[in-house]
Each structure stands twice: as structure tokens, then as C-alpha cells.
């Protein structure tokens, strides 16, 4: 039986890493899973200036100095084409749009798509990404994610040339949209979105450590985002959307979306992958079709995880994390 693993260091093209006080422990316990990371702008205040991008990412190293860090900058407004390459300057490398209140601390999205397409004409010219918060907030929460595969058309066809990713991509239909698209359209995909369904947050005992959004759905649409996965398609790769809120947060009267993985997301993958005798795809899904869809050179360095058995603790930086309490089989060295 195999007792060691070395993958390439892995990246991690979706987390949150917050602000203030709590900025340094999820930076910290980011970089000893991963070597880069594309950092989300929903922090308070926003990402949203060539001064706040540089400060994020001064930030981050200041807690984290061997991290390589991207950052996104929130598309809550239009940005003039200097802004943009100011931003791209000082270490941003995508544009996160959020539609206006789907998800944690997105109450200044936007409303109508449409009125940012300005902006979004500049970042196919600047070859930004622009990155999709892709759920339709008006539509029922488990229709979301589909309801809004009619606005990623229109964005496809508008720009071309456009690389765009569907960020925690969760159901069956937009993994099927994905594929059909040309190679500029791509997918994240979260750990907890291969391993959980609906059933996980509300089919037994309520589990708000397991409350996300897009939603984890029905079990076609878990099964659908494996096999994209699992079949190797390089439209998809890792992207933790590791995601801490404190447990005072996430327990309450409105208790926040958002699943905290990035401890344990590695450990949890080898156990998937090598369940689907698939250990051979993992080092393209978590350290190589990502880095090559964002133009950046793949990772040389290596990490190396051991068999062993651990207990995943109840809380790590005052956060629960993905599957709290349970033993994970392999651990990073
Ligand atoms: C994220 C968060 O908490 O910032 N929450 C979540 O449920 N995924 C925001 C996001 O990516 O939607
Ligand atoms: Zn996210």
C-alpha cells in the first residue's frame, strides 16, 4: 500500500482570506497547504482600487511571506482603463463579479450585468479574467446557479475572446454549459461541492458548517461535477472557495454562507482521488490546468503527505472547519 504522496505544490484559484485581525491566521494556515492562491476581494472594505490591491497583497505577505499571492479586484462598479492596469500592476489578475446580495457581503453587486459590460470590454482587452459569482438571486436557490447560465451565453458571445471563469461551479447543467463552451470559459470546483449534497446542511440534523453558496445540490449534480473532475477535463480545477467565518456567525438568527476547507482540502482530495483510483490526475487538478488557464508557469516545487491518520479538529482559527471531528487519512508532511 502507498504510504507517501508527492504532487506538485498545490494552488488555490478561489479563498477568502478576510481582513483585520483574522487576515493573518487564514493566510498562515493557507500557505501550509498551498503555494499560490488567488485571493477573493468580498473583504471589508472591497478590493476595488489600485491602492487596495496593493495593500491586500502587502498584507497577506506580511503574515505569509512565501505564499505567492493573485489577487481579484470586486467588480461593483466600472473601472477606467488606467484603473485596470494600475490594478493588474499591482498583482490582480482577475475581476470578481458578484450579483447584488447572493452571497457573503456582496450587498454592493451588481444589479443588471449589463451596466458593468464597460469594464468587462477592457478586461478582454487587458486579457484580465473575469471571474463569476454565477447564481441568479432572484430565482429559487436551488435554481440559481442555471438560471444564470443565460447571462455567461450573452458574456461568451459578447467577448470572445474573454477568459472567464464559473466560479464553485454545483450542478449538473453548468457543467455540461461549461464543457460546450471554447476553451477561454473554465470552472472552479470546491472540495465540498464533490464530497456534499443538500442532504449535508438540511437532510438529517441542520450542519451549518456545511452552508455555502451555490448551494450543494442533488446527488446527479454532485455526481456530475465529479466526473468532470475525474474524468481529468482541464476546464476544471481546484478552487477551495475555503471560505472562515467565526462560529457566533455561522450560528445565528441569519447565519453566514461559506465553508471553511482550505486546512483540509489536500488531505481530502487524496482520499477522493485515490478512492477513484484517479491519484494520477491529481497534481494537473490542484497545481496545473489552473496555472495554465491564468497564463502563469506551473509550480516546480513539491509537496509531500504522508498515510497517517488524523482527527480533523472541531475548530481551527475559531472556525469549523470542513468535516470537524472526522479522521482524514493523509496528512501533509
Ligand atoms: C463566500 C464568503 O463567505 O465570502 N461564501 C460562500 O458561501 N461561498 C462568498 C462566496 O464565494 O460566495
Ligand atoms: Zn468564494
Known amino acids: 500500500m502507498q ?3 508527492s504532487l506538485i505544490l498545490p494552488d488555490d484559484f478561489h479563498i477568502h482570506l478576510r481582513q483585520g485581525r483574522d487576515l493573518a491566521n487564514y493566510a498562515k494556515s493557507a500557505a501550509l497547504q498551498f503555494g499560490r492562491v488567488l485571493a477573493m476581494p468580498n473583504t471589508e472594505p472591497p478590493i476595488n482600487s489600485p491602492e487596495a490591491v496593493k495593500k491586500y497583497k502587502e498584507e497577506i505577505l506580511a503574515a505569509a511571506p512565501n505564499l505567492e499571492v493573485l489577487l481579484t479586484f470586486k467588480l461593483n462598479k466600472n473601472y477606467t482603463e488606467q484603473e485596470l492596469l494600475d490594478m493588474k500592476k499591482n498583482g490582480a489578475v482577475a475581476a470578481k463579479y458578484y450579483p447584488l446580495g447572493v452571497t457573503t457581503n456582496s450587498q454592493d453587486g451588481i444589479s443588471k450585468i449589463e451596466d458593468i459590460y464597460p469594464t468587462i ?3 478582454e482587452k487587458l486579457d484580465l479574467v473575469l471571474c463569476l459569482h454565477g447564481e441568479e438571486p432572484e430565482a429559487f436557490c436551488l435554481d440559481r446557479e442555471r438560471e444564470f447560465l443565460k447571462h455567461l451565453e450573452k458574456l461568451c458571445k459578447t467577448f470572445p475572446n ?7 461551479v454545483s450542478s449538473a447543467d453548468a457543467v455540461e454549459f461549461v464543457k460546450k463552451l471554447p476553451q477561454n470559459v473554465a470552472a472552479t470546483v470546491t472540495v465540498h461541492h464533490l464530497i456534499l449534497t443538500l442532504n449535508d446542511i438540511v437532510g438529517d440534523s441542520l450542519c451549518p458548517q456545511n452552508f455555502c453558496k451555490p448551494l450543494p445540490k442533488f446527488p446527479k449534480d454532485k455526481a456530475a461535477v465529479r466526473e468532470a473532475v475525474f474524468s481529468g477535463n482541464k476546464k476544471f480545477f481546484l478552487g477551495t472557495d475555503s471560505a472562515p467565518h467565526s462560529l457566533e456567525k455561522k450560528e445565528c438568527l441569519c447565519g453566514a454562507a461559506g465553508v471553511y476547507s482550505a486546512p483540509v482540502a489536500i488531505p481530502i482530495l487524496i482520499e ?3 478512492n477513484e483510483n484517479k491519484l494520477n490526475l491529481l497534481s494537473d487538478f490542484v497545481a496545473g490546468y489552473g496555472a495554465d488557464f491564468y ?4 509550480q516546480t516545487k513539491k509537496a509531500t503527505y504522508a498515510k497517517e491518520e488524523w482527527q480533523i479538529p472541531k475548530t481551527i482559527d475559531g472556525a469549523v472547519p470542513l468535516r470537524a ?3 482524514l487519512k493523509w496528512k501533509a508532511k
Open 295 to 298: 497564463k502563469i508557469p506551473r
Open 272 to 274: 477522493e482521488f485515490e
Open 162 to 168: 474573454l477568459r472567464i471563469v464559473l466560479e464553485h
Open 121 to 123: 470590454e477592457l478586461l
Open 3 to 5: 504510504q507517501e504522496l
Open 325 to 327: 471531528g472526522q479522521t
